[in-house]
């Protein structure tokens, strides 16, 4: 039972666990602004400002570099697949989603023409990248979470 213990305790396993939940409640409350609707599957997907994925990522490298020290080979893991992640979302997964879009649009147009119409199931996910500004944004996000948890706790 050591092993649940040390689980739920790990501060940061749950940095990066604040970090993703405190972007995607952001992330959602941005959208209800800027679109004045209430999308809750905004909770848990991708894309938008800011993003999920910088801010899971950044917290729990900075958290890794205070735990294991910053000359860790650990620490060193952590900032390399931080580095990873976020551009991944800003290159393969935006452009994804670009592509995405445009498939959508043809698909409607062709729809248009043939009177048929797909389910939401059958559309492509459009919201799957980052611009680099949500990016930077998540990754501040993730490290204002790992400072308070640090010097807080």
Known sequence: MEYVHAFFTNRILIGGLIGWASAQVLKTIIFLLVNKKLQLER?????????????????VALLTGYECGFGSPVF?????MAIVVM??????????????????????????LSGTELSNEEKLKEFVGHTPLQVVMGSVLGIIVALVLHFAF
Do not use: Y
Request: charged share 20%; glycine share 12%.
């Open 43 to 59: 909770l848990f997907g991708d894309g938008g400002m800011p993003s999920g994925h910088s801010a899971t990522v950044s917290a």
């Open 87 to 112: 551009h991944d979302a800003m290159g393969v997964r935006l452009e994804t989603g670009k592509q995405a879009k445009a498939i959508n649009e043809m698909t409607e147009f062709l729809e248009k």
């Open 76 to 80: 060193a893991v952590a900032f390399i």
